[in-house]
């Protein structure tokens, strides 16, 4: 190759200004800018590949979080559904009863007093539902003044210990603080002390015990006291495998039936927004079968020198009407609202005849009882599986004044004992509900119709249940269950069902 007059080799350069350079260093210097930008261009890329592998588990951990998120709501509404029904069943049913109660001049009394009961827990579900949503929203805002915490807290205490004391429980309470009067938030720390002490009750035992301590202690902050309270009892405890989720919304150890305690898995999750809300933290200690500790820390702002709360009438006033936490949120208000008066106008309708409407109705009805003179029970005997005390007393007073003798048994397996124990036709039917804690009632069913003894193992099964879906039904007809009444029972579709086996006895 010519390069002027020259021949130029690889072994010669290129000329500058200040001499040659060799071909061999142009090429070493290119090889080293492209592995340079393929390095860049490497490095690049694993940084990209890097964020688009957290970005990918980022994605992956929120779906199995809405999953779960959606599983916990799925059960949550399933257990509902049969909570709620639970106590429908029993505000019906003995409504039903206190009118026929009425009509034949007998006391209705013992009806009203479940009607209330399971009003009471209506109320108890929807608050906590109410309290949740409106947390979810941001819509409850602190809002301090000065008060007197001993008084307030004993105040607040005084339905609990009612509470308990018909649920045969001890509770108390006691107090040490160095300062009489505090700024704190008195409706929201009512609500945190019912969350927890009602659920100190739901799985204290008869004959337990529950113990609320207030103590004042240090606290870090300028102008601030801390307070801590320990609420103890010596109930069934909690077990190593749910304490990671004690505190997600929805979520309860067991449902209803297997616990007995009835109620929609949100006060313990309430309770923790609201305490942090605060600026506190909640601790719980267990042990299963000994009992729980729960602690919540708090920090209240101290009153300047001379500074007092003498509480005025206009204050007292506004906490005792206690509604306007909920009137920026008018559909469940209205809905709280409306349950309300329709349980307490269902009681007062019976209890006191103030409508006109309630006494036309009351006198329109014959003197004898509906059911006796419409059905023939007399020397029936029917086995009522139930697990539900109040369930078990508004039915078991449904079959009697329609002449069926009834035994309960509170589980499935009871049930299956009882049907075990006794001569073929002893009993003429047998009602279960379907959820029932150590046997539900498919088992049951499906273990009676199992018996050697073929006139025991075809005895009319009708399950009186809240599990009313179409998989429930399916699943009932499969294992042998006559007939599938739905709660609230209509009394008369429950005594026109026994009628059609019992004729065929």
Known sequence: MLFGDKEFGMSEGIMTAGGSIPIS????????????????YV???KQHLIEEHERLEQLEKRVREQNRSNEVKQKFLFNMSHDIRTPMNAILGFANLAQRQMANGESADESLKYIEEAGNNLMEMLDGVLDTARLESNEILLQESLGDLEKTISRDLLSAEEHARNAGITLTSSFKLKHKELYFDANV?????????SNAIKYTEKDGKISVLVRETQSDKEHMTGITITISDNGIGISDSFKPHLFEPFSREKNTTMSGVEGTGLGLSAAKRMIEMMGGTITVNSTQGEGTDVIVSLAFRLPDEGETAEVSKERETHEASAVPEYEDDEDMLATKHS???????????????????????????????????DYS??????????????????????LERAGIHVEIADDGQIAVNKVC?????????????????????????????????????????IAVTANTSDADRMLSKEV??????????????????????????
């Open 43 to 45: 490095a690049i890329l």
């Open 189 to 197: 720390l009512r609500k945190i002390l019912y969350n927890l002490v």
């Open 339 to 373: 349950l309300n008066h329709t349980i307490h106008t269902v009681s007062a309708a019976i209890k006191e005849g103030i409508s006109d409407d309630a006494h036309e109705a009351a006198e329109a009805l014959p003197k004898k009882s509906l059911v006796a003179d």
């Open 25 to 40: 260093m142009i090429i070493l210097l290119v090889l080293l800018a492209v592995i340079c930008a393929l390095c860049v």
């Open 421 to 461: 124990e006794h001569p073929a036709g002893y009993y003429d039917a047998v009602l279960i509900d379907l959820q029932m804690p150590n046997m539900d009632g498919f088992e049951a069913t499906a273990a009676i119709r199992a018996l050697d003894d073929p006139d025991k193992a075809n005895i009319p099964i």
């Open 480 to 505: 042998g269950i006559n007939g599938h009444l739905g709660k609230p029972i209509k009394i008369l579709e429950l005594l026109e069902v026994l009628q059609e086996y019992f004729d065929e006895i």
């Open 377 to 398: 029970f007399v020397d029936r005997r029917v086995l009522l599986a139930e697990d539900n005390k109040v369930n078990q007393k508004m039915e078991q007073l449904v």
